[in-house]
């Protein structure tokens, strides 16, 4: 369809606008990439809901997988600028949900295989989830990148103009707290759910390969921020450096992972 590739435009136009934000001091282009983005978003949803009724699976291969990841971030994105008008992160939410799409309209179809097990309903809920709760630790990581600049910039004195355009510490703070809350037991379930498909979805009970090991591993980095945050009162650096290692295990375990020893979970083709 060619609303791919509207939508894949909205991201990409989205990203220009926001990208704005580095090299002008006024809000209306950073407000034309919140249109564009949304636009991205309501397309995308018009094209899942398309690609469902058609009696496709919606993470029928990793291309799909993506593009519904994407799909993910640029709600959670809407949502939180509609909550902390936190504008700055969309110009890293943007240009994340542009190259997530990518693949799903410039690789050929049938080069990737897909699998037949994934047309299960509940398989569908158990990558949702935990795809719904990456993105939610994506622009908790986002916020703490944020945070870390802007917090050393401060302590080195190094206050320019540049900085007025972004959120207050305690305002990244608070974005990445929801994140992290609201993101933990969504990938909990996922995973839990996981636990419980994996003889339908793999035709064996659960094996420990790489990839779930290392989605393990994310998850016990996660329960300890949670932990450390509600327990121990972690905010601020600490908890940004958490988010930041918390992503890059996402990331790890996604592409490399996922790409050298997926394991049972090779969806590939």
Known sequence: MDWYWIVVLCYFLSSIFYGSHFWTKGQSLPKLGFYFIFAGAALQTVSLIYIYTKGNSLVQGFDTTLYLFAWFISLVYIASQFKFKASLLGAFAAPLAFILTLPHVIIPQGIIEINPTLSNPWILIHIALILLGEALFTVAFISGVL????????????VGS????????????????????????????????????????????????????????????????????????????????????????????????????????????
Request: net charge positive; charged share 15%.
């Open 147 to 158: 945070y870390i600049f802007q917090e050393n910039k401060i302590k080195s004195k190094h």
């Open 162 to 269: 540049f900085l007025t355009k972004f959120p207050s510490l305690t305002t990244l703070d608070r974005i990445n707290h929801l994140c992290l809350i609201i993101g933990f037991p969504l990938v909990t379930i996922g995973i839990a759910l996981g636990f419980l498909l994996a003889k339908e979805i793999f035709g064996s009970e659960w094996v420990w390969g790489h990839k779930e090991i290392w989605s393990m591993v994310m998850w016990i980095l996660y329960a300890v921020l949670i932990h450390g945050r509600l327990s121990s009162g972690w905010k601020g650096r600490k908890a940004a450096w958490g988010a930041i290692l918390g992503f890059a295990i996402i990331l790890f375990t996604l592409f490399v992972i996922g790409y050298i020893a997926p394991g049972q979970h090779d969806f590939l083709g």
